[in-house]
């Protein structure tokens, strides 16, 4: 009789709680793959396609299936590969490319015509222009991805060297050897980008 | 038995109950006794855009324009700054990027001005009657003069001007701790202008309408203590205390200060204004002083030249903007052969690596010094023997060898979580290390990456939304066309039907 009583009880329980869950999953259903999410999370949007991907989704979609390795993102340097590796549960590993300096476009609006393909060609709409006018790149809005300097028909835009400003500047590490022992034992300067 | 009379003074409110860790440095303050003097103009200034916490300005003047002395000549539209004014008569003659003094080593937009010799001066009307005036109207005053924190942290002063019924300010302190070795700069100020920097308390604590002020002067300089004392009953103030604090290193640091008078500490994150308390420097009170009872914008202050490798070491009143090598040669000193220069104290000034920089708001000392007065110079650093020595000093009661680790490691979110960012970089910790660990530094590593890290966060965030708005557009744009052209073959077909019929 008791016998019957718990496992009643349990059964019970367990198809309550069954049917509690498949409630709560139809309800929370997350939309999107979440590590596809997580992984975009950490790149750093420059959308430039250097890992071989056409940005920096894509490239989070090809991470998750497992086709792409870790290490393919430039921008994002040491610390983006350690995130993923992160993610993914996986070993760092060395980068498949150095880190560029960041860089900012810049054109040159005496040469511009005016051709509007560098506008269609920016990723992150960092450039303002109309047809057969000056066209000028918002620095701030601007990823330094390159992907506008192919298009110009007339060669007027130079990737440029970030220029430094004194708030943003940070200090180094020490020059001690623990220091630099320190870093080395951990195989990279992740710093960031 | 002295320990416990000790407590029970503390506990009754008769002596000040001091702060938490902080160490005993030797003061070396070879200047206390140097009257201030002034230093001669040099013949060019140059006036760095940004001389506070906050935003840059901008020049309000051109190239080839004659500016007077206290002219306004850079300002921006932004809340949390300060302008700038020129402090001499004389001619703008170029607007450029210059090194100023900073561990970087970059530079700023300047303003560099030629002075003519001549006394023209600009001044806002002299309130004397700044009693009956209303307090908003005179905190628009001190932000026009460009007055900001002169202790070290030039935070522009009138920000902290404000009376807030949520957060009504019931205690002013007036710090005159001056806790750093050598300098000498507030000690000299209490006792030449005593009766200034009391005035400048009365039109503060007016402003804010505190109860109670307390002027705060460490104990190893008890002369100044009986000078302001008798300023206070010369100037017939009430609910106004002058007292002496034991001297101990960084008890001049705003928090310290605040605890050691009060017995509260101001919570991690918030402000001395939420726990009631107001905290100026004496010789931001006399500026404040100088802006409302003579319309004198701030264009000057006085500096500590100091240190074992100054020939005439002084406290000099300086323009800003004077280079630091022409200041360096009114003190003897022009040889920089194994000497270093040092902006600000030894414990939380940086080394110069150039003399071509101008004085600005936040130099409350420039110090020549040798390679043995330097602490822990070429020390190599050891391995960490937790000794807890750090933690011990610490006035933030932070762990610092842990800190130091994580820092190291580039853990920097773990740095984080162990309140990396309330380090004030006081240097107690590096300064009583044992195994030489240069612990600020590491501290100073790991702000610089997170800060930089955070940046990088929110461009890749400002990026992707950018990116996806744009994504959205374009499917919009192949919808709206692959519309039109359904549109178009539906209805060519019918018009071809119609032109066979
Ligand atoms: S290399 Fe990095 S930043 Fe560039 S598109 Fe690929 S993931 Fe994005
Ligand atoms: S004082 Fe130096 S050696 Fe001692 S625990 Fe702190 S970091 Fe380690
Ligand atoms: S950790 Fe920061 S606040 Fe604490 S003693 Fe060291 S420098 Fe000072």
Redesign the pocket.
Known sequence: MHVLIAVASLGGFALIAGLLLSLAQKKFRVEGDPMVEKIDAVLPQTQCGQCGYPGCKPYAEAVARGEADINHCVPGGERTMHQLADLMGVEPKPLAEEPTAPMVAFIREDDCIGCTLCIKACPVDAIVGAPKQYHTVIADYCTGCTLCVEPCPVDCIDMLLKPELIEHWAWPLPETERARIGRERKGSHARAA | MPALLKRLGQVLGWMPAGFF?GIEVPDRKLTAHEPIRECPVPDVLILPMKQHIGEQCHPCVHIGDHVLKGQKIAATEGYMAAPVHAPVAGKVVKIEEHRIAHPSGLGLPCIFIEPDGSDGEHRYEPWADWETRDPAELRERVRECGIVGLGGAVFPTFIKLVRDQHHPINTLILNGIECEPYLTTDHRLMLEHADEIVRGLSILRYMVGARECVIAIEDNKQDAVEVMRQAVVRASLTGVRVIAMPTRY?QGSEKQLIESITGKQVPAGKLPVHIGVLCQNVATARAVYHAIEHGRALTERVVTVSGEAMPRPGNLRIPFGAPVRFVLAQCGLEDLDGVHVLHGGPMMGERLRSVDVPVVKATNGLLALHEEQIHGLNAEEQPCIHCGH?GE??????V?NL?ADHCRNDAFERAEAYQLF?????????YVCPSSIP??HY?RYGKGQLAQIRRAETFAEESRRRSEARERRLAREREAKQARRRARKASTPAQAEDGEG
């Open positions: 860790g960084p750090c000093v610490c006035p933030i009661r932070l610092p800190l309330d380090c004030i970089e006081c240097g107690c910790c590096s612990l600020v501290f």
